[in-house]
């Protein structure tokens, strides 16, 4: 079963950088991983950091990707994103945190962007 998420969720990941791809995006870090947390996609958009949080579904039965972000996981992303700009010393650059949506219907990806999902927290 873990493997079956796991592929689900890599399979999410690359629709959604495709989506983001074509709304403009450039992907300059994928699945980052630091001792605080993980960031699945990390892009710009104009000068603009967008660190991107992709949720995927199979069908709504499982509830919508978008509510899956909760405010747990904001925090650990929030915390992996701190240590990205810390470690590349770009915290003069602006940033937002968005997420991307992913369900598959009738075997193709439909995505949804939700932009300035959240904002960054200190709790």
């Known amino acids: ?11 999410g990941e690359r629709a ?3 989506f983001l ?3 403009g995006y450039t992907i300059v870090e994928r699945n980052y991983r630091c001792r605080v947390g993980e960031i699945d996609l ?16 199979r069908h709504d039965g499982t509830g ?3 509510e899956a972000v909760t405010e747990h996981k ?7 994103a701190q240590y990205y700009l810390s470690a590349h010393r770009l915290h003069d650059r602006d940033a937002r945190f968005d997420v991307v949506g992913v369900w598959w219907e009738d075997g193709m990806p439909r995505c949804e962007l ?5 904002e960054a927290t200190d709790r």
Do not use: D
């Open 1 to 11: 079963m873990a493997n079956v998420r796991r592929q689900l969720g890599e399979e």
């Open 16 to 18: 959604a950088e495709r």
């Open 21 to 23: 791809r074509s709304q």
């Open 42 to 57: 990390i892009a710009l958009e104009r000068k603009v950091i967008v660190f991107v949080e992709v949720k995927t579904r």
């Open 64 to 66: 919508a990707p978008l």
């Open 74 to 80: 904001q925090r650990k992303i929030c915390g992996a």
């Open 114 to 118: 939700l932009r300035n999902a959240f």
